[in-house]
């Protein structure tokens, strides 16, 4: 079983940083990347940054410059360091993990940006 823990969520003013972290433990065999994405109440679940096993990375258009993911592969942990948060980037984060074809999915954590 393969559990992804996430943390590093909470409330900060707008220009603000946070750093998330997310932990993956369990029976993991050939990791293909991981990855950030978030969602807003009645929104769709949208990709904010993914890093893959070799370490290419992509970002959404919106957290280009102002966000940067990073992974420990030793830990099968990855990272966002969130600077500059804007009030829009309000949401709920979720770590995601595809390795060997399949999809996990971690908790959640909140964000929350005040103005």
């Known amino acids: 079983q393969v559990q992804l823990v996430e943390s590093g969520g909470g409330l900060v003013q707008a220009g603000g940083s946070l750093r998330l972290s997310c932990v993956a433990s369990?029976?993991?065999?050939?990791?293909?990347?991981m990855g950030w994405y978030r969602q807003a109440p009645g929104k769709q679940r949208e990709s904010v940054a993914i890093?893959?096993?070799?370490?290419?990375?992509n970002y959404a258009e919106s957290v280009k410059g102002r966000f940067t993911i990073s992974r420990d592969g030793a830990k099968n942990t990855v990272y966002l360091q969130m600077n500059n948060l804007k009030p829009e980037d309000t949401d709920v984060y979720y770590c995601?993990?595809?390795?060997?074809?399949?999809?996990?999915w971690g908790q959640g954590t909140q964000v929350t940006v005040s103005s």
């Open positions: 890093i893959t096993s070799g370490g290419n990375t």
């Open positions: 369990g029976s993991i065999f050939s990791i293909n990347s």
């Open positions: 995601r993990l595809l390795a060997s074809a399949r999809v996990y």
